[in-house]
């Protein structure tokens, strides 16, 4: 049943991250009203998530890039899978709700850690799921410590919003821990959040890849294949 469970949830996390950026705008925007009054700042909220959404289509681009004759090749972001959104004592819950945002619309599976403002956690993942996204592409980490949830499984990356003290513990900390390499996104600039408002800031939540098609194995070039004769 275990081993059931876990093919399923992978599933789901997958069709969430093939999904593409623009359709799941159609999820985030039906949640944002919800999520802007858990913020107590209700206008700041929204600018900031429609300032975020609004950068999906470029998210969704493929660049074609030269390559070898009789080859298409193209690049493209893709999630880097699953994230944990962290908020400090000193995290202000528009920082928290703008980092999850910005992990969930970049197509990653989301594990949300904010113990100081649980009741905002509980609602804004209440609306998430209201909005359709499934509870395995979104859920609120157990009571376990920050330094146990840190050591997870496969945990690619972890997007902190709090004090520039709390990002260094956080780096510290994954820095000696085995397994992948896991990023540190952070969000220290609770009035401005200027760290959201930088050109590259969504990007840090993908990866890069490069798809290559062999065009003359598929009879994509005429011309290639005479010469051959």
Known sequence: MATEFKKDHGQVCEAWRLLGATNRVDYLEAAVAKLALLTGDTKKARTLFTHLLRFAPKLDQ???MTGATGES????????????????ESAKALAVLGQLIAALLTGNEVVLHC??????CIEAVKALYEAGISEDVISIA?????????????LAQVAVAGSVSEVQAVSQELANSDGILTQVIAVTDMDGLADMLTPDYLYRFVTERVRTINTTAIGG????????T
Do not use: C, F, W
């Not at 113990?115 to 905002?120: H, I, K, N, V, W």
């Not at 157990?142 to 496969?154: A, K, P």
């Open 142 to 154: 157990n009571d376990s410590q920050l330094v146990t949830l840190l050591h997870m499984e496969r």
């Open 115 to 120: 113990p100081s403002q649980d009741e905002m």
């Open 73 to 88: 090749n193209e690049l493209y972001v893709t999630a880097r899978g699953k994230t944990m959104v962290i908020g400090d």
């Open 221 to 228: 070039n005429a011309t290639l294949l005479e010469l051959g």
């Open 62 to 64: 493929v660049h074609h």
